[in-house]
Nanobody, 122 residues
Framework: QVQLVESGGGSVHPGGNLRLSCVGS????????MGWFRQAPGNEREEVIC?????????YDVESVWDRFLISRDDGANTVYLQMNDLEPADTAVYYC??????????????WGQGTQVTISS
């Protein structure tokens, strides 16, 4: 069955960087758009960024991250990454990767991972 497993979360100071990884199994990632979501305490889960299959660009859904976060993918390794730079306390959340319904980003997803905690504090 389809599984997504995130890793790379942790606790860093403001201004620090983290790179999250998400390894997929049970499907071929190069057939699907892949996205990252986050959920902060007391908030709903929100879509942060998406990348089409083939890696054509980054589709940002959260304006505050457009110049700090970057999604990339290694389809040969069935892995998608989220590089997060210059982190801010407002970025504190559980981060989830997700598999899109189709090959292009459409805000529709069918599977999510279990999440990895990211905490930004001084």
């Amino acid at each position: 069955q389809v599984q997504l497993v995130e890793s790379g979360g942790g606790s860093v100071h403001p201004g620090g960087n983290l790179r999250l990884s998400c390894v997929g199994s049970g499907f071929k990632m190069d057939n699907y758009a892949m996205g990252w979501f986050r959920q902060a305490p007391g908030n709903e889960r929100e879509e942060v960024i998406c990348m089409d299959s083939g890696g054509d660009g980054n589709i940002y859904d959260v304006e505050s991250v457009w110049d700090r976060f970057l999604i990339s993918r290694d389809d040969g390794a069935n892995t998608v990454y989220l590089q997060m730079n210059d982190l801010e306390p407002a970025d504190t959340a559980v981060y989830y990767c997700a598999r899109g319904v189709r090959s292009v980003c459409s805000h529709e997803y069918t599977h999510w991972g279990q999440g990895t905690q990211v905490t930004i504090s001084s």
